[in-house]
């Protein structure tokens, strides 16, 4: 019986089929992936029909067969339970794989997340409210790449040299910094881990689900029209130091 992933093209999206990809490409036989497109753009998260797999109404949400699952990091656990590979060990280092795993879900996905937020889609609060905000979490996401920096430190991978749930829950908040403007350069573990990560087979197949291969590393000028037509604003990347 086929699974169903309902998604878009976002970070907590790319989790699971990144995860999805891994799988395949450690030679998990998986049952065919029926994947439903949710767009978030016309709303459809709201929808009846996705609300009944995930009632957050948020993507990502997975069925597998009588299992209706919401919560990406928890889609993670699940199916890396279900097919055991490397991607989370079952040695003494699957809890150092967990806490990293949750502290994605509590923290760096929540500050980059808001980080994003206001600065790419919340054009209806005056500048002067989105002060506060972009401030206190563009300082708290420079203080969790300062953790995640010195973790990757004389490592490959963030738990160690074994790829894992743990680097596909972080990689796709931090691979969007400069749409987020979080600037990761002066974080040099960080970014060569982004490379290490972005240069997986199954890391560019996963992203690819949803979003054309040629724009899985910045959009073609069609789709900026497109986004421009419908009323989004593209700021530019120019200032990406700045907490804008
Ligand atoms: N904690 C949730 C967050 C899910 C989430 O925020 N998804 C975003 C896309 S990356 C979404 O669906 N946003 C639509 C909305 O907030 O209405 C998870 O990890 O699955």
Not at 214 to 242: Q, V
Request: with cysteine; hydrophobic share 40%; proline share 5%.
């Amino acid at each position: 019986m086929a699974m169903e992933l309902w998604t878009w093209g976002t970070p907590n999206g790319w989790k699971v089929s990144i995860m999805l990809e891994e799988l395949k490409e450690a030679g998990v036989a998986l049952p065919p992936v029926d994947v439903r497109h949710v767009n978030l753009m016309n709303r459809e998260q709201f929808s009846e029909a996705f609300t009944a797999i995930n009632p957050n109404q948020k993507i990502p949400g997975l069925v597998d067969g009588d299992s209706k699952l919401m919560e990406s990091c928890a889609i993670l656990l699940y199916l890396a339970e279900k097919y055991p590979t490397f991607l989370l060990p079952s040695d003494e280092s699957r809890w150092e794989v967990i806490q990293w795993l949750f502290w994605q879900a509590a923290g760096l996905g929540p500050s980059f997340g808001n980080k994003l937020s206001y600065t790419r889609y919340m054009d209806d609060i005056p500048a002067e409210q989105k002060v506060h905000p972009l401030e206190r979490f563009s300082t708290e996401a420079q203080r969790l790449l300062r953790v995640l920096d010195k973790q990757l430190g004389g490592r490959d991978y963030i738990c160690g040299e074994t790829f894992t749930v743990a680097d596909i829950a972080c990689y796709p908040w931090v691979r969007g910094w400069k749409w987020s403007k979080v600037d990761i350069s002066g974080h040099a573990n960080v970014v060569a881990w982004v490379g290490r990560v972005r240069a997986r087979p199954a890391v560019e197949r996963g992203l690819a689900y949803g979003t054309p291969k040629d724009e899985i590393d910045g959009w073609s000028e069609e789709t900026k029209r497109r986004y421009a037509a419908l009323g989004n604003s593209i700021a530019s990347n120019d200032s990406i130091a700045s907490n804008n």
